[in-house]
């Protein structure tokens, strides 16, 4: 199966996609060497269309198909980030509770910093206990751009953090 790469120039920086003929199975953020290829699965084209609607205000999940390795915790708590509205945020802590097993913090913490498809299973919702913006892998300005954008859209303008 082959893989293909595409760099994506979205409002928080260069994302760079990497999927199959059928799915997408990463976005990172500040690709440092993605190879863009001229040719790509219409999978790919999906994908940038709907963050292309995301990043303007107009959607709110996601529907390109994605997969992602991970083990079968990992998996339970990505599957909870996707229950998470748009516009909303949890804490750790109660991401734990959801996947009925509150004393899992770190663990939680752990799969979700493990997540390899930010913005689309939507790890930046997910907050300190206290409020704070913690652990985000795209780095914490990425984070409070993201939830800005979505409150912004859900809510209207106004500044949260």
């Keep these: 199966m082959d893989i293909y790469h595409?760099?994506?120039?979205s409002p928080v920086g260069p994302l760079g996609l990497s999927g199959t003929d059928d799915h997408i199975?990463?976005?990172i953020f500040d690709p440092r060497s993605?190879?863009?290829?001229?040719t790509l699965p219409d999978v790919f084209h999906q994908c940038m269309e709907e963050l292309d609607s995301y990043f303007a205000g107009g959607r709110r999940a996601f529907s390109f198909p994605i997969k992602q390795a991970g083990t079968d915790f990992q998996q339970t708590v990505w599957q909870q980030l996707l229950t998470i509205p748009y516009g909303s945020t949890i804490s750790y802590l109660q991401l734990a509770k959801q996947i009925n097993n509150p004393r899992s913090i770190?663990?939680?913490?752990?799969?979700n910093g493990s997540n390899h498809l930010p913005i689309v299973v939507p790890c930046h919702r997910v907050i300190g206990s206290n409020g704070s913006l913690t652990g985000f892998g795209?780095?914490?300005?990425?984070k409070k751009w993201l939830l800005e954008h979505e409150w912004k859209y859900r809510?209207?303008?106004q500044e949260l953090f």
């Design 6 to 9: 595409h760099t994506y120039q």
């Design 155 to 157: 809510y209207g303008t």
């Design 25 to 27: 199975s990463a976005i």
């Design 138 to 142: 795209g780095g914490i300005w990425r």
């Design 106 to 111: 770190r663990a939680v913490g752990t799969a």
């Design 34 to 38: 993605i190879v863009t290829m001229d």
